[in-house]
Nanobody
């Protein structure tokens, strides 16, 4: 499975951005998907996750109410809508596919990772 994240770029604080993650190869719509991010000098952290049919989602506390994760299984694509972004959202954003079907914030539950897309938020 190959995961390709896209949609990153430079955005002003308060603005919006939508990230996409396209899966290819031996893809499966039966797996949970997640977004993580890593800022310079910091550990990779959980952002959001979604179950295989999209019926369940989870968010890190600082993203609740601002970010929305969704998926289109027909397109093998997961999205992250980022609204009201803040300078502290600046990071490389990675998408990942979980081993199981459910939404989870546990990094150890993910088996495939994309290469990431850079989001820079200016103040």
């Amino acid at each position: 499975v190959q995961l390709q994240a896209s949609g990153g770029g430079l955005v002003q604080a308060g603005g919006s951005l939508r990230l996409s993650c396209a899966a290819s190869g031996r893809t499966s719509s039966n797996n949970g998907m997640g977004w993580f991010r890593q800022a310079p000098g910091k550990e990779r952290e959980f952002v959001a996750s979604i179950s295989w049919r999209g019926q369940s989602t989870d968010y890190a506390d600082s993203m609740k109410g601002r970010f929305t994760i969704s998926r289109d299984n027909a397109k093998n694509t997961v999205y992250l809508q980022m609204n009201n972004v803040k300078p502290e959202d600046t990071a490389i954003y990675y998408c990942a596919q979980a081993r199981g079907a459910w939404s989870t914030s546990d990094r150890r539950a993910y088996q495939y990772w994309g290469r990431g897309t850079l989001v820079t938020v200016s103040s």
